[in-house]
Nanobody, 119 residues
Framework: QVHLVESGGGLVQAGDSLRLSCTASGRTFSTYIMGWFRQAPGKERELVAG????????SYADSVKGRFTISRDNALNTVYLQMNSLKPEDTAVYYC????????????WGQGTQVTVSS
């Protein structure tokens, strides 16, 4: 079992940067695939970025490539999402999620953190 808590959201202007953090409880975090999702009002939740258990492999949605960077520090049980050059369309609730690689997909979720980008 892993309990995830996000932080770092807020209200920023277009072009600004934010770094989201997601801290996990539990000793098995380092074995999990981790992802950042977002959900904007009236839209489906989408996968923004993912990172392998070792951090050696990452993937991004086309909409954030070149602007967002996902990373993790397994010693701190934390995964990060560095968001640069933010746009109003990045406004959403951002969630981190964990995949234990048991075949169930992303089964552990944080409570979400709001990111609002004003134009």
């Amino acid at each position: 079992q892993v309990h995830l808590v996000e932080s770092g959201g807020g209200l920023v202007q277009a072009g600004d940067s934010l770094r989201l953090s997601c801290t996990a409880s539990g000793r098995t975090f380092s074995t999990y695939i981790m992802g950042w999702f977002r959900q904007a009002p009236g839209k489906e939740r989408e996968l923004v970025a993912g990172i392998s258990w070792s951090g050696g492999s990452t993937s991004y949605a086309d909409s954030v490539k070149g602007r967002f960077t996902i990373s993790r520090d397994n010693a701190l049980n934390t995964v990060y999402l560095q968001m640069n050059s933010l746009k109003p369309e990045d406004t959403a609730v951002y969630y981190c999620a964990g995949d234990s690689r048991s075949g169930k997909g992303y089964e552990y979720w944080g409570q979400g953190t709001q990111v609002t980008v004003s134009s």
